[in-house]
């Protein structure tokens, strides 16, 4: 097995415009990719942001899964939410593109936008801040 990093640029807006850094890897021919993402939670939106995800909305999730995403986890601490995935396709940007162009999906992005602030140092375009991996083990 073998762990690299990639730059990836000019993704869609509002999901990750410009992935900065996540590990492939790749194994028996396939090739997975696990991306980090941060972004802070608005003061008192944790319990409304909890309840919406307790009940994703069902077109949302087959879209998620549609566009080659697994293994999405969202984790709070301390008024910040931590994102992991791992992108099981062949074309992150075109993936990205097609989640960015859903209907329900942008529908889903406008309810949590104002629950969230992302940080200032994230990369121009980003909405959810882009992690560097630093390590892993299976």
């Known amino acids: 097995m073998r762990v690299y990093v990639k730059d990836f640029v000019s993704l869609p ?3 990750v415009d410009r992935a900065i850094g996540h590990a492939t890897i790749e194994a028996g021919g396939v090739e997975m990719q696990r991306h980090g993402q941060v972004i802070r939670l608005k003061p008192g939106m944790l319990e409304e942001y909890k309840r919406y995800h307790a009940a994703v909305w069902p077109e949302v999730a087959d879209q998620i899964r549609a566009c080659n995403i697994r293994n999405y986890n969202i984790y709070h601490h301390d008024g910040m ?10 074309d992150f940007e075109a993936d990205m593109k097609k989640m960015a162009d859903h209907r329900k999906t942008q529908e889903w992005w406008n309810v949590m936008m104002p629950m969230q602030e992302p940080l ?10 882009e992690m560097d991996e630093v390590f892993h083990q299976e």
């Open 13 to 15: 807006k509002c999901l």
């Open 81 to 90: 939410l931590f994102a992991s995935m791992e992108y099981v396709g062949d």
């Open 120 to 129: 200032p140092t994230r990369a121009e375009g980003e909405w959810w801040a």
